[in-house]
């Protein structure tokens, strides 16, 4: 088994811990955050399926205005040209770390409520590398309480392959272990009730290229708000709220996602006890522009582990 390494470096304001913990996702296989050690671990299977144990920590860097981090690939032949280049590729993606956020951060000067999040490094929300595990996990997210997610999607996470470095993580199933493990383990094992077929019919799709996750993905920087909204909520499983959910996750923040939770804040913090509509709700983030849902999210974030455990994720 071998070790390779690489390097990343992202503008400032950012701090690996903020990110990791923007939202719940680091809770979910196959993430593993060591909070002992500030570290993420992640297992990411290539395209040979090799599965390697990828390491995120935080360290100085010598470029001005920029926070670096070291990427520790370990793996069978982890050496091979491209694997560590590979595995900070896809670290970017998850920590947007080439997403130039300045000018939320210059709105954040100015928000009270905003200066926190800037102070401690956040604004980026991490995500999966790949939207085929956003949706997924998304979709799972639907309608239940976070621990009920979490416990869905590391369930599901066991159909990945092994990761020999780290025995305890798995990399994240693909359509076709999905496919191949069928419905009822679904709904048997995962315990996904009516998101049983939502989840099969995206994995059959996906596998057959009747849709193409990885494609949407490419393209959402270039895509407008409406576009890429109408590419979200068309596939199976994915409402309003959940497609501006994965809206935020791609860097597009124009429309925050109004759900239970969201109504359960604005009514306890921004309307005096009253449940506002969902009119109000978005005339009330308007003003914020492009980086409405940005602001909403930090407006409410703490930086500390399992805040947002009484509440429900996007629906």
Same mark, same amino acid.
């Given at each position: 088994m071998q070790t ?47 599965? =390697? ?6 360290? /100085? ?25 590979? =595995? ?5 993606? =998850? ?65 990945g392959d092994p ?72 596939? /199976? ?9 994965? =809206? ?41 522009? /492009? ?25």
């Amino acid at each position: 088994m071998q070790t390779a390494t690489a390097r990343l470096e992202v503008r400032k304001p950012f701090s690996l811990f903020s990110t990791v913990v923007s939202h719940g996702w680091y809770e979910t296989l196959p993430f593993r955050w060591l909070e002992s050690e500030r570290t993420l671990l992640r297992a990411e299977a290539l395209g040979d399926g090799r599965v =390697m144990l990828v390491r995120v920590e935080e360290t /100085k860097s010598p470029q001005r205005n920029h926070t670096g981090l070291a990427i520790t690939v370990k793996g069978e032949n982890a050496r091979d040209p491209g694997v560590a280049a590979e =595995m900070s590729r896809r670290v970017a993606v =998850m920590l947007h770390a080439d997403e130039d956020l300045r000018e939320f951060y210059e709105l954040c000067k100015s928000v009270p409520d905003l200066q926190e999040a800037r102070r401690l490094g956040a604004g980026r929300c991490m995500r999966a590398p790949t939207l085929w595990e956003d949706v997924l996990k998304t979709v799972l997210g639907t309608n239940v309480t976070w621990r009920q997610a979490v416990t869905m999607i590391n369930r599901l996470a066991q159909l990945g392959d092994p990761c020999p470095a780290f025995p305890e993580l798995r990399s994240w199933p693909s359509p076709g272990q999905i496919v191949r493990a069928k419905e009822k383990f679904l709904r048997d094992t995962v315990r996904a009730g009516y998101r049983s077929p939502y989840i099969m019919e995206l994995a059959l799709a996906q596998k057959s290229g009747e849709i193409d996750l990885d494609a949407i993905d490419g393209a959402a920087a270039k895509l407008d708000e409406q576009e890429l909204y109408k590419k979200l909520v068309a596939l /199976k499983g994915v409402g309003k709220s959940s497609a501006h959910f994965l =809206m935020n996750l791609l860097g597009h923040y124009d429309h925050l996602p109004v759900d239970s939770a969201t109504y359960a804040y604005a009514t306890r913090e921004l309307f005096n006890g009253r449940r506002p509509t969902e009119k109000q709700i978005r005339r009330r983030y308007a003003r914020y522009g /492009k980086w409405q849902s940005l602001a909403y999210w930090y407006e409410r974030w703490e930086p500390r582990l399992r805040w947002w455990e009484p509440i429900s994720t996007p629906t």
